[in-house]
């Protein structure tokens, strides 16, 4: 009989052998929903203790992830539904909520990594990453496709011949991460999986001095979630019908997700990705080993945080035990990083 309880005894003996180091606040990546106006802070209702900030509030808010110690965060935009459009027209423009929110935390707190998200769904009127083409045509967002909708077709992303178009949209990425970059974003991270994203913002990037050293952080393998709901209603990006099984991973896949980190280290990506993260350990895992010489970042996503929260407000769970236990487990399946909206909480 092999003896394993002596590494057990007490704490002391249990952190000497403890093979995961502990989290620091600087492995953290903060998530942060940012809107137009004066004086925001808004609580999203399927995510508590998590806001949709205006600029100054955001401000006030980074201020106190500073004094935790959290400097790096991870920003979203959010705009009315009035002033989307089919071709996600608010998500580039120079002066796009997102690129001022950079200019403002830049300006007040150079200190700060910031990363911004680099996707359509929030700004389209239709929801998705991507063009609407049928037929090879770029096609409007009409009633017939609003109407599905409320029927709640269940058809998937195409509806007849309607499909998310990839090669169209990745000019609209690129141009977008160029704003943002310009606007002076550290990282900029693509989440919308249209094949060849990485590659065309590398190249965008790279075309001008000014953003040539801007980073990437690839969603590289970012699979088709239910965990993800909390988020669609944060950031008001819900498809307006179908789903996203088209472009975004078959969960049922697993080496599909090296080929997909594969390509984009080859397109030029600098960190990578897996996400969602508690239901994807054997993914994270794989990855640290196949990829060790790129930084790997893991999401623990909306359901995953309102889930945990949820149940230990049931009595469930102790909240910060349980939320140890799994980014404990994200880092020990090899996340160097981890996105979190418990971060902050974490530290209190």
């Known amino acids: 009989m092999k003896r394993f309880r002596q590494y057990r005894t007490t704490q002391k003996v249990r952190d000497q052998y403890a093979d995961v180091p502990p989290i620091q606040a600087q492995d953290f990546i ?10 925001i802070k808004t609580e999203i ?32 935009g959010v705009i009315p539904e009035e002033e989307k459009d089919e071709r996600g027209s608010a998500a580039y423009r120079a002066d796009s909520i997102i690129c001022k929110a950079v200019r403002a935390i830049k300006a007040k ?6 990363f911004t998200d680099i996707c359509l769904c929030e700004y ?12 090879g045509k770029p096609i409007a967002y009409d009633e017939e496709l609003k109407a599905l909708k409320r ?85 008001g990006s819900a498809p307006g019908f179908g789903d996203r099984k088209s472009y975004q991973m078959d969960y049922r896949t697993h080496d599909q997700g090296l080929e997909e980190i594969q390509a984009d280290i080859d397109e030029g990506t600098d960190w990578i990705m897996v996400k969602p993260a ?50 404990t487990a994200i880092r020990r399946a090899g996340a160097q990083y981890i996105i979190s909206y418990y971060a902050k909480r974490y530290f209190r």
């Open 30 to 39: 903060y998530p942060y929903f940012v809107e137009e106006g004066e004086g």
């Open 151 to 235: 029927t709640g077709c269940a058809c998937g992303v195409s509806h007849e011949n309607v499909v998310i178009d990839n090669d169209t949209t990745l000019p609209l990425l690129a141009e977008m991460a160029y704003q943002h970059a310009l606007a002076g974003a550290d990282f900029v991270a693509p989440s919308a999986m249209m094949d060849g994203q990485i590659e065309a913002l590398r190249q965008k990037l790279d075309s001008d001095n000014r953003t040539k050293g801007t980073r990437i952080l690839a969603y590289s393998a970012k699979y088709a979630s239910a965990y993800y709901g909390p988020f669609r209603d944060a950031a």
């Open 278 to 327: 508690l239901a994807y350990l054997d993914i994270l895992y794989r990855a640290s080993v196949a990829f060790p010489n790129h930084p790997l970042v893991a999401y623990q996503v909306s359901g995953e945080y309102s889930m945990l929260l949820n149940a230990s407000r049931q009595g469930y769970f102790d909240e910060k035990r349980i939320f140890h236990e799994s980014l």
């Open 109 to 114: 707190f150079p200190q700060v990594i910031v």
């Open 45 to 76: 209702p399927s995510m508590e203790d998590v806001y949709r900030f205006s600029i100054d509030t955001l401000l006030e808010d980074i201020e106190d992830a500073l004094s935790l110690g959290i400097n790096k965060v991870l920003l979203f």
């Open 124 to 135: 389209t009127s239709h929801g998705h990453c991507g063009l609407l083409y049928e037929d």
